[in-house]
């Protein structure tokens, strides 16, 4: 049997976990919340989507980080999307899922940037045959 599930990584720790479903307009970086739920996975393939961006040499970069399980505050990066600087869409990534806990890490950069985006991944289990 096989477990698939949609999840939704743009939601920031002090928002409502609803508004995480909508496109997300940032101006600044920022760090998602945690989403340990995904240990309950073994692969994940990530989604990112810009569908506006304006200001001068504006872009945003994205990186999906794992928690050191054995060091606390400690975070390394397993996903990596290439800036993004039009309106466009990132290659999608598959890895597989060994970590705790995840995070997202979006860097916005240029002078008045304004960036829509989404970020995601669809993530699958395969429960053993008994």
Known sequence: MSVRDLVSLITLPTENEQSGTTPKTVAASFTSREYPELANFNRAKFFLNVSAISGSGASLT???EEEDPFAT???NTVVTFSAITTVSSGTPQAVEL???NYRLQAV???TTPSITFTCGAVTNSEEPLT
Do not use: P
Request: proline residues 0%; neutral net charge; charged residues 0%.
């Open 62 to 64: 994205i990186t999906i």
């Open 98 to 100: 060994y970590g705790l």
């Open 108 to 110: 916005v950069a240029g």
């Open 73 to 75: 505050g400690i975070w």
